[in-house]
């Protein structure tokens, strides 16, 4: 049953061995008995993934436990650490022996109610490992996919440790070794900053990264591609990367205000540590690897949540043409929801956002989150008169709760709030965590105020609290300023979408704006996670004119792209109305486009360079393509052979014009259609910053 699964070797302990002679992956698997625990005699399992073409090993050689990863091969992963240590317990890992193994494999496929693909495909072998230092147990579970490694650690209630014992976890010893570090490519941004993760990505020399969020993105120099995460993140802290030494990326867990790491107590489950690996950049964003190592969904019938498109009151106080408190310039009002909402019938759109209608806005609110009330409008919005208003015209009040970081107080409010909501037919809530120093104000059971990070084990709570509360009422919720992505949406199909990069408001004040290079880095590295809320579809590209610092570096095109190729199930058409009004046949590809689709598939990209994403819209035959490149001008030539070959085509394509230029040019574009089929291909011409959005009409 297990062949080709998993090598079993014993050896005696030698210091000088080279434990790289130890991959065999074309032995057959042997049974796996009792094996010896204490003594000279070490052990190393292999296990491989199904395509055989990865192959994990893990070795209790040098006394303590340490894995190592094969690809095509080659080594990937040098022998890295694996372990955990407590503030009562000391170290697990020096000393640890493998005990005893059993291996498993699976095969299935599994549907999703919403998302990039609707089947997933989940085939895997797993490893499970019981360690020992002759008095406490700890359990290593491993599965080897097509595209990756995920490995989590788990300790179980025993003798020595009884169910609820409490536990304080003080580092993890977990290693990333990564060979000729100053000749592979990272691309990264800082951990534990001011702002969450809204920086711009840098690109450098592996050997250069000092503290890194996840995912982390990197190319070997013979070229393979690897993003380092985590999976099913859940009453634990957020995993960072260290890098100690060069090429040494050791796990970095984001402490409580008390410096510890992860409170909990015995039977805990870590999240899953993964590793993505693929031949070439594109391998990358094809990987699914992260939603399978989560949980299905524990909600039940999730019906109720609806991907969609949305407009909103958003832009104009980005570019201070509104404010999000009250005064005569106040965005939230019913007078300017309604238009909103007479905008998004009259052009099919699904909902109107609506942000700063609710008390607590006026003055400091970036500092006061205390000051929010999350149920009681300003006198100048009706609430119950705007969803009725938006109900007769088939278009939804998407609400809004911005904590400014206060998340105590956001929730004693949440219950009511959340109900004030379910009462008037709101179905999905953006909540926002603003606070400055990246840091959370809480406050504890005895009063105290208490600062916490955003990525830390108290505020993965808070998130997800925030979700299943929201469940509740049949609401669901897109995170700003949120933990970072790990495949939670499997499991709780209402966390329908999120921020945790920097979006396009960056370009309205950000200092420096958006770079070209931005939207096509953050497939290869935020978007690994999973959905990103961007709110693309900005059409006044330069509203304080084409030269100063404070636009839009794009081309009018490359917005279009942007709804394809940075996924989401829930969409904005960003800019303000009027804006549209202008460029009502571009407009028409935002109109047209879904967000919710049959299967996805990435078809050409380099990590910071350019992409090119081709997606199939669900229950319909249609399908479309965006690509988009960085601040140099390139051509792509694109097979069309995803394409149903019975079928033909009528290509609707809307590129860049031959003069066009972000910079100096970036309306020049062109409208054409073309009858097609899967054996033709497409040569794409992309404009500095610039961009192709495609729909294949199926005739």
């Known amino acids: 049953m297990f062949s080709n699964l998993l090598t079993h070797t014993r050896h005696i302990n030698s210091p000088t061995r080279n434990r790289h002679n130890l991959f065999t992956p074309s032995l057959l698997a042997l049974s796996i008995g009792s094996l010896l625990s204490t003594g000279a005699t070490a052990q190393t399992l292999n296990l491989s993934s199904p395509d055989k073409q990865i192959v994990l090993s893990l070795s209790d050689d040098t006394g303590r436990p340490e894995y190592q990863i094969h690809f095509h091969g080659k080594t990937v992963i040098e022998p890295s650490r694996l372990g955990l240590v407590f503030a009562s317990l000391g170290e697990l890992g020096q000393g640890l022996r493998i005990k005893s193994s059993h291996p498993a494999s699976a095969n299935k496929k599994w549907q999703q109610p919403w998302g990039e693909q609707e089947w997933v495909k989940d085939q895997h072998n797993q490893l499970s490992v019981v360690l020992t230092d002759g008095k406490i147990d700890l359990n290593l579970e491993f599965k080897a996919f097509d595209d990756g490694i995920g490995f989590r650690y788990h300790l179980a209630a025993q003798n020595a440790l009884p169910a609820n014992t409490p536990l304080a976890i003080t580092d993890e010893l977990t290693e990333f070794n990564i060979g000729q570090s100053d000749k592979a490519t990272a691309w990264w941004i800082p951990s534990r900053g001011w702002n969450r993760y809204e920086y711009l990505y ?165 500092h006061n989150g205390d000051q929010f009330s999350f149920t009681k409008a300003y006198d100048d919005f009706d609430l119950p008169a705007i969803t009725a208003y938006g109900a007769k015209k088939g278009v939804r009040l998407i609400g809004h709760h911005e904590t400014a970081g206060s998340v105590t107080h956001y929730r004693k409010q949440m219950n009511d709030a959340f109900a004030l909501y379910e009462k008037h037919g709101v179905t999905q809530v953006k909540t926002g965590y603003v606070a400055d120093g990246g840091q959370i ?55 329908i979408s999120r921020e945790g990069a920097r979006g396009q408001e960056y370009n309205a004040w950000g200092s ?31 509203p304080k004119g084409l030269d100063a610092e404070n636009r839009v570096q794009t081309t009018l095109m490359k917005q279009l792209a942007l709804y394809v190729v940075l996924y989401s199930p829930i969409q904005m058409a960003a800019d303000l109305p009027r804006n549209y009004q202008k460029h009502l046949d571009a407009f028409q590809f935002i ?49 069309l052979d995803f394409l149903d070959p019975n079928k033909r085509y009528q290509a609707q394509i809307y590129r860049d014009g031959a003069k066009a230029d972000w910079k100096t040019n970036p309306y020049d574009y062109v409208i054409e259609t073309k009858e097609v089929s899967a054996k033709n291909s497409l040569t794409l011409a992309l404009a500095s910053s610039g961009g192709t959005a495609i729909r294949f009409k199926a005739l």
């Open 202 to 366: 840098r690109t450098s020399a592996l050997s250069q990264v000092d503290r890194a969020h996840t995912p982390f993105t990197f190319k070997l120099v013979d070229g393979t591609h690897l993003s380092i995460h985590e999976a099913a993140l859940v009453n634990f802290a957020s995993m960072t990367l260290d890098q100690q030494r060069d090429g040494k990326l050791k796990a970095d867990l984001t402490p409580w205000s008390d410096g510890i790491r992860v409170k909990t107590q015995a039977g805990f489950y870590t999240p899953w540590r993964t590793i993505q690996i693929a031949d070439k950049a594109t391998g990358l964003l094809n990987s699914h690897l992260i939603l399978n190592l989560n949980e299905p969904n524990k909600l039940g019938d999730v019906s109720w949540v609806k991907p969609g498109k949305y407009v909103g009151i958003w832009w104009g106080m980005h570019l201070n043409e509104n404010t999000w408190g009250s005064g005569p310039t106040h965005g939230a009002t019913t007078s300017e929801t309604k238009r909103y909402m007479d905008f998004a019938a009259k052009y099919q759109f699904d909902g109107v956002l609506v942000e700063g209608w609710n008390q607590g806005w006026d003055g400091d609110w970036f």
């Open 441 to 495: 104000k809480r406050i504890d059971e005895n009063g105290i105020t208490r600062h916490e990070w955003h990525d830390g084990q108290f505020m993965v709570g808070e998130y997800l609290h925030s979700v299943t509360e929201a469940a509740k009422h049949h609401i669901s919720i897109n995170t700003h300023e949120p933990i970072k992505d790990t495949g939670l949406r499997r499991t709780y199909p209402n966390w």
């Open 512 to 542: 420096p704006p958006n770079s070209p290079e931005h939207t096509a880095m953050l497939p290869f590295t935020r978007m690994l996670a999973g959905p990103m809320d961007f709110t693309p579809g900005i059409f006044d590209l330069a």
């Open 591 to 639: 109109r047209d486009v879904p967000t919710d689709w049959y299967q996805s598939i990435a078809l050409a990209g380099e990590v910071g360079d350019y992409v090119v994403f081709a997606r199939q819209a669900k229950d319909q035959q249609d399908w479309y393509l965006g690509a988009l490149t960085d601040e140099n001008a390139r051509q792509v030539k694109v097979k």
